[in-house]
């Protein structure tokens, strides 16, 4: 079946830095790209929708500017967060279809923590 | 506001035994449902979903669940629980216009 990767897969960094999270479906072109958040009662949040080419369209409650999200081309999307804090840290999971409410292929998951 | 309750944080079910994780959703006009599950030490894997037409939609696993629209549910079954259906699973709803929202998950375990 189709398969999406992430990179990195844990993450430990300072306040105050930026960390970038790759998504990349491997064995297709993904029209679209989602990320999420999943917290710690383990509940999940769409975070962003990418489209290739086109700016992200963010939920309602998300920093733009903090969470920025590239989707360079068909198979590669980036997370990231900029001047991370403690309260950033988190699951942040991708995912990516191919075309509108097809199946959703997701990433195994990148855990951040800021110290 | 759109919302998506999963009222049992955790099920427990013996093998070989019928499970049921329960779903209802707040969202208006006509949803389109989903229910994804989360293996231990694993990424999110989709199940099945709700479009539109039959009420009871098949997926992965041999997982079905059911569209009760005056209910506003949309239960996750399986007649026969095998010990490793074990995991966290999440129902969704999207509502055009509206963010994808997801449960708060439930953590089925069966027991052998």
């Known amino acids: 079946g189709a398969v999406v990767s992430q990179h990195p897969s844990w993450v430990i960094c300072k306040s105050g830095t930026s960390v970038k999270i790759e998504c990349r479906s491997l064995d297709f072109q993904a029209t679209t790209m989602f990320w999420y958040r999943q917290f710690p009662k383990q509940s999940l949040m769409l975070m962003a929708t990418?489209?290739?080419?086109?700016?992200?369209?963010?939920e309602q409650g998300v920093e733009k500017d903090k969470f920025l999200i590239n989707h360079a081309s068909l198979t590669l999307s980036t997370l990231t967060v900029t001047s991370a804090h403690p309260e950033d840290s988190s699951f942040y999971i991708c995912?990516?279809?191919?075309?509108?409410?097809?199946?959703?292929?997701f990433g195994p998951g990148t855990r951040l923590l800021v110290l | 506001a759109q919302s998506v309750a999963q009222p049992e944080d955790q099920v427990n079910v013996a093998e070989g035994n019928p499970l049921t994780v329960k779903c209802t959703y707040s969202v208006s006009g006509n949803p389109y449902l989903f229910w994804y599950v989360q293996y231990p030490n694993r990424g999110l894997q989709f199940l099945l979903k709700y479009i539109t037409g039959d009420n009871l939609v098949k997926g992965s696993y041999g997982f079905e669940a059911e569209f009760n629209k005056s209910q506003t549910s949309f239960h996750l079954k399986k007649p026969s629980a095998l010990v490793s259906d074990s995991a966290l699973y999440f129902c969704?709803?999207?509502?055009?216009?509206?963010?994808?929202?997801f449960g708060g998950g439930t953590r089925l375990m069966v027991k052998p």
């Open positions: 990418s489209n290739e080419g086109s700016k992200a369209t963010y």
């Open positions: 995912s990516a279809e191919t075309g509108l409410w097809e199946t959703q292929y």
């Open positions: 969704a709803a999207y509502n055009a216009g509206n963010m994808l929202t």
